[in-house]
């Protein structure tokens, strides 16, 4: 897997990617990253990349030009063989990273770790020019329901997510099936629909996904507060009965957004 990230803030990623998962990754050859400064595809003495909107407004925005450029050049053939039309380059995905993009979801990280490549494109100041979306990212994506200063650190987000998905990333391969919103979670939900409340009067609830069950480890007991008697009782069936219903109380405790009313 190769991500390209485009940026005019290059060094923002000199720490992120030095680290835990994604440092081993790459030593084992699984993922490459490649910094994209876009201050390399201006033409001016200024090196500028944004301009004053059209209809006014207040802020900048990031122009086409350099930015379609930049990655004309990164996907080079391959964007040549698409009659330089970039959104159509096989098993390669140009994700414009916008505060009003389609939210990243984990589906969305199982999507992308099925692709050959990723194209980042981190967005600054007051956004980006339409036609970058329209025209060259294949999609837009948000993290959430706020906004950045930049689309590095959600840039940052998304090639985590997506690394940790890729086989031989994490190690253990389950690691990546058994927590929250991964495609296991999904299976536990399917198996615990329909859930009746115990709100009185309120209709039954089905999961979509829940969040991971909650983990505990030594010591048992700790300041009085002690690790669940099935948890260390040995019964595996046990174990899983309770799992998936603590998956499915704290979803509704801390994300009953991921809980559909049946």
């Known amino acids: 897997m190769r991500f390209d990230l485009v940026t005019i803030f290059p060094e923002f990623f000199s720490g992120p990617l030095e680290h835990g998962i994604l440092r081993r990754a790459q030593e084992a050859g699984l993922v490459e990253v490649h910094i994209q400064d876009l201050r390399e595809f201006t033409t001016d003495r200024h090196r500028t990349v944004d301009d004053r909107p059209f209809g006014g407004g207040e802020g900048m925005v990031l122009k086409p030009e350099p930015l379609f450029e930049a990655v004309e050049s990164l996907l080079g053939s ?3 063989a698409s009659e330089r039309r970039p959104q159509h380059v096989p098993n390669t995905a140009i994700v414009l990273m916008s505060a009003a993009g389609k939210l990243f979801r984990q589906e969305t990280a199982r999507r992308y770790a099925a692709l050959e490549r990723i194209v980042l494109i981190c967005g600054r100041y007051e ?24 689309g590095e650190l959600p840039a940052m987000l998304v090639i985590d997510a997506v690394t940790r998905l890729i086989p031989g990333a994490l190690g253990n391969e389950a690691s990546s099936q058994n927590e929250s919103f991964s495609a ?7 198996k615990v629909r329909p ?26 007991d700790f300041r009085g507060w002690r690790v669940p008697e099935v948890l260390i009782g040995g019964n595996h069936a046990e ?10 109380e704290k ?6 957004d991921l809980l559909l009313r049946s």
């Open 195 to 220: 859930v009746q409340s115990s709100v009185a009067k309120e209709p039954p609830v089905a999961a979509t996904a829940l969040l991971d069950f909650p983990h505990y480890t030594r010591p048992a």
């Open 78 to 80: 391959a964007a040549a």
């Open 184 to 190: 296991m979670a999904e299976q536990i939900a399917e």
């Open 127 to 150: 956004g980006v020019d339409e036609r970058v979306a329209e025209h060259l990212a294949t999609e837009e994506i948000s993290i959430g329901d706020f906004v950045l200063s930049g």
């Open 239 to 248: 174990v899983a009965k309770w799992r998936r219903a603590a998956a499915l």
């Open 251 to 256: 979803t509704r405790r801390n994300r009953p």
